[in-house]
């Protein structure tokens, strides 16, 4: 079991940038692959974003594609996720997930470990 902690969530006027990050305690997050995940009021859980363990495949969702950029620190057991322009669709709940599973495609019930969440409002 590996604790995640998130950070970095907050309001941001539209065409803004915020970067998100994920400490991990615990264990160390090189056995485990990460994603970013976010949720709206009255919305399911969506998928933002993934790195692979060593951190060189990264993929996105296509409503962030281009926006945002994921990477991680092993070493240090963090992941960041980079959100540039942001927009008021981007309002929700982020949510830092590890999945033991060595090439997650991105859906909830492939990730086991996930933290408590950082809000991120984005204004118009």
């Known amino acids: 079991q590996v604790q995640l902690v998130e950070s970095g969530g907050g309001l941001v006027q539209a065409g803004g940038s915020l970067r998100l990050s994920c400490a991990a305690s615990?264990?160390?997050?090189?056995?485990?692959?990460m994603g970013w995940f976010r949720q709206a009021p009255g919305k399911e859980r969506e998928f933002v974003a993934a790195?692979?363990?060593?951190?060189?495949?990264?993929y996105s969702a296509d409503s962030v594609k281009g926006r945002v950029t994921m990477s991680r620190d092993n070493a240090k057991t963090t992941v960041s996720l980079q959100m540039n322009s942001l927009k008021p669709e981007d309002t929700a709940v982020y949510y830092c997930a590890a999945s033991s599973i060595f090439a997650p495609r991105g859906f909830v019930y492939e990730y086991d470990n996930w933290g408590q969440g950082t809000q991120v409002t984005v204004s118009s």
């Open positions: 615990g264990r160390s997050l090189s056995n485990y692959a």
């Open positions: 790195i692979s363990r060593g951190g060189a495949i990264t």
